[in-house]
């Protein structure tokens, strides 16, 4: 009897897996905007100076640490704060905690974000670098002080996304959303295309 159960239970394990692996293939092309983040993060911070194949200081890469260790090491490193340039000390402390998420997150997830579009990179690294996460749930991370973006590519065309960053109250009146109009054009298409995939 304890035994059946015990089947059943692995059973009922295996079929929730396989759900969940279908659920990440379905997802593949919106890899995370953390990872993204992470990956513009790598080239402008020249990790790869020291940890890509054929660099003079190679040191190869085997596991991810967990953020703690790898804020020492950076911090060791003095690498320069590359996602928002802010010159009070305590706004910069923030940066660079949001920098270790991001390079975590890449760490954690280097080939899926290695292998997407360039235009998705740039679109990871502008929403985190404006903070989205701050009102917006992505990918089940981030705030819900406006609405959740699951889904959201099957609401909006690109013409509403863009026109949306730039003027939120062209839209919806009292919206506390900032304007984004000082994004360059590509971050905004960038941003859209993101968004699109979350269908
Ligand atoms: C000046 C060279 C240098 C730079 C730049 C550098 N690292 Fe490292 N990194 C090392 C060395 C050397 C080690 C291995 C020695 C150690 O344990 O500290 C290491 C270890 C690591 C490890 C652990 C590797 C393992 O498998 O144990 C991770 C993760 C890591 N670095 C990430 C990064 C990231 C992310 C950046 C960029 C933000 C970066 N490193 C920049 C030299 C560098
Ligand atoms: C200060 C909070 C805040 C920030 C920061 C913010 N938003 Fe919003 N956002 C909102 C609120 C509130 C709404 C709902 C009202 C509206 O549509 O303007 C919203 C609406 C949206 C919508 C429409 C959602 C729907 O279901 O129709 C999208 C898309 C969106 N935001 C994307 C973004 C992106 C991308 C960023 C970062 C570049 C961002 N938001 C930053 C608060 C914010």
């Known amino acids: 009897m304890m035994k059946n159960f015990k089947q059943f239970a ?6 929730t897996m396989i759900g969940s ?4 293939a379905q997802n593949a092309a ?3 905007i953390g990872a993204l983040a992470g990956r513009q993060l790598y080239v402008l911070k020249k990790c790869g100076d020291c940890h890509n194949q054929g660099a003079a200081k190679f040191t190869p890469i085997k596991a991810a640490w967990d953020s703690t260790k790898l ?3 950076v911090e060791a490193l003095k690498l320069e704060n590359v996602l928002r340039k802010d010159s009070s000390p305590r706004r910069q402390k923030k940066t660079f905690g949001e920098e270790i ?3 975590v997150a890449y760490l954690q997830n ?3 974000a290695d292998a997407a579009a360039k235009n998705f990179v740039t679109a990871g690294y502008a929403m985190t670098r404006e903070g989205c996460r701050n009102c ?3 990918n089940g991370i981030g705030k819900e002080v406006g609405p959740n973006l699951a889904g959201v590519g099957g609401k909006h065309d690109k013409k509403w996304l863009i026109d949306h960053f730039v003027s939120p109250q062209a839209f919806v009146k009292d919206s506390m959303m900032p304007k984004f109009e000082q994004l360059p054009k590509e971050e905004l298409e960038a941003m859209a295309d993101y968004l699109l995939a979350l269908k």
């Open 110 to 112: 280097r080939e899926k």
């Open 101 to 103: 998420v991001a390079l």
């Open 10 to 15: 692995i059973v009922l394990t295996s079929i």
């Open 136 to 138: 917006h749930t992505i």
């Open 71 to 73: 804020a020492a090491h």
């Open 30 to 32: 919106t890899v995370d």
């Open 21 to 24: 692996v279908n659920l990440l």
